[in-house]
């Protein structure tokens, strides 16, 4: 059943892979995220209650979510990278942590940038906004402690561990907003219930939810090209992927 | 899958376990000791039978009661009364407050409790809800018409929205 995943330990066909996506998701996300972000800064209705400043939702939003999926996606790489001691599996892992932590930054940072004229305050420590900067520390760590391993296969092992570990945060930022009084508003749009958000508001919102992950998809695709290259930069496939690129 | 594998998912999948287990009993001891957090009706009524203290600091939230707002005219000076679902607790501020306050909305106030029914606040944040729709909606929906307050005089002339 798993097969066809096999060849992909090897990090020559997971370069292979990464050429062939790269284009796909680099072309979709840069269309994706300029008619979402278009729609919703230009087009969108404003909000009966906070009119124009809502409009930030378009970026908090789809930067809050994907920041918690690219974790997930990293912790995935890290349990594979371990159960069956990959080393593709370890880079993928390294190649998504910083993406993560961009995205991390950037709910944090709009989430203020937002906070302030609409709450009153930059910053709460309520339990939302605690646990997703928890998550942006969760990130730094993950990747300061595979930058202080000088042998990499050690690096990917601890650092696995450590993102395995912070999973736990997830759930907690996930649910912070129905287990404690947040000033945080509890979820917008949720799996099982019809969205509290207006259809006009809420489809630009899913084209940039889309777009956020397409984006996450196409950096972290260049970045495990590049960590694949520097890491078997003394074999013969990466002296000629260098070579052949080098001339084109 | 081999049995070393098996080994290794193994271990991993306790550490996570562990893990998930001391951090939900170090939250669920700290929501229980830290939470200074109050709804009107708990002030005046107690919270598990215990009600604050005079003097205590504490975090207070509810919906400002409409029509309860007074201004001073001179200074930043405001007071208002917060409601949830019966008692009434009057709190009173000095300082910009956030854009969304407003009659009828929830807002979360930080302050000591001066007497038994009357706080005394140094912050005063605006809580929204999940809810986001173009204000021709929630006219029509939940007959809510609001209007910028440097808006109010002159939209009274000409009787138009924003």
Redesign the interface.
Same mark, same amino acid.
């Given at each position: 059943m798993w097969k066809w995943l096999h060849p992909y330990a090897k990090s020559e066909s997971t370069y292979k892979l990464c050429q062939t996506l790269l284009p796909w998701f680099s072309l979709s996300a840069g269309i994706t995220l300029t008619i979402g972000i278009i729609w919703g800064l230009m087009f969108a209705?404003?909000?009966?209650?906070?009119?124009d400043?809502?409009r930030i !939702?378009y970026i908090h939003v789809p930067s809050a979510i994907t920041s918690m999926s690219a974790y997930a996606a990293m912790a995935l790489a890290a349990?594979i990278g371990? +159960? #069956?001691q990959i080393r593709t599996a370890y880079m993928a892992m390294i190649a998504i942590a910083p993406v993560g932590a961009m995205m991390t930054f950037i709910a944090l940072f709009t989430g203020a940038a937002w906070g302030k004229?609409? #709450?009153? =305050?930059w910053w +709460?420590w309520d339990a939302r906004l605690t646990s997703e900067l928890v998550l942006l520390f969760l990130y730094l760590g993950v990747i300061s402690l595979y930058k202080s391993f000088d042998d990499k296969i050690q690096a990917g092992k601890a650092a696995g561990?450590m993102s !395995?570990?912070g999973? !736990?945060n997830l759930p !907690?930022i996930h649910y912070s907003v129905e #287990? #404690?009084?947040t000033?945080h508003?509890?979820? =917008?749009i949720s799996k099982f219930s019809k969205p509290?958000?207006?259809p006009?508001?809420f489809w630009p919102l899913m084209l940039n939810l889309l777009a956020a992950v397409l984006l996450i998809g196409a950096i972290t695709l260049k970045r495990l090209q590049n960590e694949l290259l520097r890491r078997e930069i003394h074999r013969p496939w990466a002296v000629k992927t260098l070579l052949k690129e080098g001339k084109g | 899958m081999n049995p070393r594998?098996q080994k290794?998912?193994i271990g %991993?999948l306790s550490? @996570?376990l562990l @893990?998930?287990a001391a %951090?939900w009993m170090m $939250?669920s001891a700290l929501?229980e000791n830290i939470?200074h957090?109050y709804t009107p009706s708990e002030i005046i009524n107690g919270k598990q039978g215990v009600t604050p203290k005079v003097g205590q600091r504490l975090r207070i939230?509810g919906m400002v009661v409409p029509g309860s707002v007074k201004r001073d005219q001179e200074s930043l000076s405001v007071s208002f009364d917060l409601a949830d679902t019966g008692p009434v607790v009057t709190v009173s501020y000095a300082g910009? $407050? *956030?854009? $969304?306050?407003r009659e009828g909305q929830g807002i @979360?106030a930080t302050g000591r409790l001066a007497e038994n029914n009357f706080i005394v606040a140094d912050? %005063?944040?605006?809580?929204?809800?999940?809810?986001?729709? *173009? *204000?021709? $909606?929630?006219?029509k929906m939940k007959g809510?018409k609001?209007v910028k307050p440097e808006n109010l005089n002159t939209n009274q002339n000409t009787g138009s929205g924003?």
């Open positions: 209705p404003a909000d009966y209650q906070q009119g400043s809502f !939702i349990v371990l +159960v #069956w004229p609409m #709450w009153g =305050t +709460v561990v !395995i570990v999973v !736990i !907690i #287990w #404690w009084n000033l508003q509890g979820a =917008t509290s958000i207006a006009e508001m | 594998r290794r998912l %991993v550490i @996570v @893990v998930g %951090v $939250l929501s939470d957090f939230g910009i $407050l *956030p854009d $969304l306050f @979360v912050e %005063v944040l605006a809580k929204h809800d999940e809810e986001y729709m *173009p *204000p021709e $909606l929630a006219e809510i609001h924003q």
